[in-house]
């Protein structure tokens, strides 16, 4: 890799100063990003620059670039097209390493005009000393917890292991926040926009060797460079859990990929077996790729297919029998003496110990019999897996409980999930901190589970 071409890693995921070009002093949208910087607390320096204003925010502006005390690592631009052009030019004559464009009016257009634009943009970033990466067009920057880096003001703080790339850039931001409140923390969020240079396959090969990330999810429309995406993606799943959610499937999918980012969809059946080939768990929709997400945090990938199902409503638990077969898993009779000691603990309202196990009312309420009976089925010679369809929510201590569930999973070695009936389970925040992935549905619990195992028909 020649110098021109290097990755900048420091520069975009730690950088120690950040120049925002185009903040209006008002209350506009070009503010979200200086305010994402100061809440919840970018830790580096940070520099507005707005030739007609001397203060934003509390922070002092700065006229250009080339007024800066020093050359900052990173530039996000919030000025219009042309001017983003002079811009880059600007930041790689002064040896700004990497810039971020929410700037759109490039290839994304449709247009000849935008592609000339786009080519322009290039050959300014190009024109330093020094190389010169861009972030973009069209793309929403980054959010890194570590350190303070996010796209809106708000977001949250915590540090995780799963990356997310992504060519739609309010997608990073609803993937951020509907992942924290399924117990995903994030270690980067990378919008691309139109990979005009830096793609998704720079980031899929950085992520790779990223010792903050352990799970990569993406959100992709099309592809610049098939081949060269194919061994990123092949690298990357060879290290880690890689889910993709790939749109643009359909006819009217691709041309509406073509005008949101200038992406390339190519024909669905090359992308699924792509995808196939490189091993990558494929998601068509926002609950596939966040169920997979959270099944990949906590669910060994070799794990078995025989899963023991506890349940108080009789209904869910039929449904999930049928979603065993479905996906290829299986719902394994439960040993004789299992059955002896579920006997013991569940009272006389359960109906059946065999599997799924009736739990009753104790899924309403009693912690203990709950914990024993999950104990008894974890233990259980021919089980591979729990999935507890409700339960919990008459415990005492909650985060007690889920300790002692995330107990069982680690001295079995088995994985314990739970779900509810019909929409997100409560507290799951308190359930992953523990290990617990949970999952808004039986039915979604196993569809998950299935693939990331490898079971899946």
């Known amino acids: 890799m020649t110098e021109h071409n290097a990755f900048p890693a420091q520069a975009l995921f730690e950088p120690q100063s950040i120049a925002v070009v185009g903040v209006p002093r008002g209350p506009k949208v070009g503010q979200i990003f200086l305010q994402g910087l100061l809440h919840p607390g970018y830790k580096g320096r940070i520099y507005p620059i707005n030739p007609n204003a001397e203060e934003i925010l509390g922070l002092r502006c700065y006229p250009s670039i080339s007024a800066l005390p020093e050359t900052p690592d990173l530039a996000i631009l919030v000025v219009g097209s042309d001017t983003a052009i002079e811009v880059i030019g600007e930041c790689a004559d002064a040896g700004v390493k990497a810039a971020a464009l929410f700037t759109a009016g490039f290839s994304e257009a449709g247009t000849d005009e935008g592609r000339e634009r786009e080519a322009r943009l290039l050959a300014a970033a190009r024109r330093g000393a020094r190389p010169l990466r861009l972030v973009g067009p069209n793309c929403m920057a980054l959010y890194v917890p570590k350190t303070g880096l996010a796209m809106l003001p708000n977001m949250p703080s915590e540090v995780g292991p799963v990356a997310f790339v992504s060519q739609s850039g309010s997608l990073c931001t609803f993937v951020a926040g509907e992942g924290y409140a399924r117990g995903l923390a994030f270690s980067k969020v990378i919008s691309i926009g139109n990979q005009a240079d830096l793609t998704a396959s720079d980031f899929f090969d950085y992520l790779a060797d990223d010792r903050d990330t352990e799970v990569v999810g993406s959100y992709l429309e099309g592809v610049r460079d098939g081949r060269r995406l194919f061994r990123a993606l092949e690298r990357c799943a060879e290290r880690k859990p890689v889910v993709i959610w790939k749109a643009g499937r359909s006819g009217s999918g691709a041309r509406a990929a073509n005008s ?195 079971h899946a028909l």
Request: glycine share 12%.
């Open 260 to 454: 949101h980012t200038g992406a390339l969809a190519g024909q669905h059946e090359v992308w699924s077996a792509m995808l196939r080939q490189v091993g990558a768990l494929v998601a068509h929709d926002m609950d596939e790729l966040l169920d997979l997400l959270v099944a990949c945090r906590h669910v060994p990938r070799g794990s078995g297919r025989r899963v023991a199902i506890l349940a108080g409503p009789g209904g869910p638990a039929v449904s999930a029998s049928d979603a065993c077969e479905e996906n290829g898993l299986e719902l394994p009779r439960l040993s004789a003496g299992t059955q002896e000691v579920l006997r013991g603990i569940i009272p006389a309202a359960g109906t059946s110990v065999r599997n799924p196990v009736d739990m009753g009312l104790v899924m309403l309420g009693a912690a203990e019999m709950y914990y024993r009976a999950t104990e008894a089925a974890a233990l259980d010679p021919n089980v591979d897996a729990i999935l507890a369809i409700g339960g919990s929510a008459g415990a005492t201590s909650l985060a007690s409980f889920a300790a002692a569930m995330q107990e069982i999973s680690q001295r079995t070695g088995k994985p314990v999930m739970q779900s509810s009936v019909g929409g997100e389970m409560p507290f799951e925040r308190v359930f992953s901190d523990h290990g617990i992935a949970t999952f808004g549905s039986p039915e979604r619990a196993l569809w998950a589970y299935a693939r990331v195992t490898g």
